[in-house]
């Protein structure tokens, strides 16, 4: 069993600045693609980023592009979502998922391909 813990969410006022982290622990971190999504309230949970475990491959929501990085440290087990220039839209609370075995890049945006999830950390962006 794997298991994932977000944290870093807070209080920010827009144009400011925020790192999520999600580390892995458990039977195995030898997974193969996490992401990061997110659910505002009344609203479905939507992609946001995606990283490949053993590479540097990236994937990016429309909406963060050029706003948000994906980033991991393997040492520590840990993938972390810098996220820059953040406006009252990116308030939502932000899950990490993890999918063990190899996935294509372009199923990686659906939220149904992650096998585990954490328990989402909130964000929330005042204007």
């Known amino acids: 069993q794997v298991q994932l813990v977000e944290s870093g969410g807070g209080l920010v006022q827009a144009g400011g600045s925020l790192r999520l982290s999600c580390r892995a622990s458990?039977?195995?971190?030898?997974?193969?693609?996490m992401g990061w999504f997110r659910q505002a309230p009344g609203k479905e949970r939507e992609f946001v980023a995606a990283i490949r475990l053993s590479g540097t491959i990236t994937d990016y929501g429309d909406s963060v592009k050029g706003r948000f990085t994906i980033s991991l440290d393997n040492a520590k087990n840990t993938v972390y979502l810098q996220m820059n220039s953040l406006k009252p839209e990116d308030t939502a609370v932000y899950y990490c998922?993890?999918?063990?075995?190899?996935?294509?890049?372009?199923?990686?945006?659906?939220?149904?391909?992650?096998?585990?999830w954490g328990q989402g950390t909130q964000v929330t962006v005042s204007s």
């Open positions: 458990g039977r195995t971190f030898g997974g193969y693609v």
């Open positions: 998922g993890l999918e063990p075995r190899p996935l294509p890049q372009g199923r990686w945006r659906r939220e149904g391909e992650y096998d585990y």
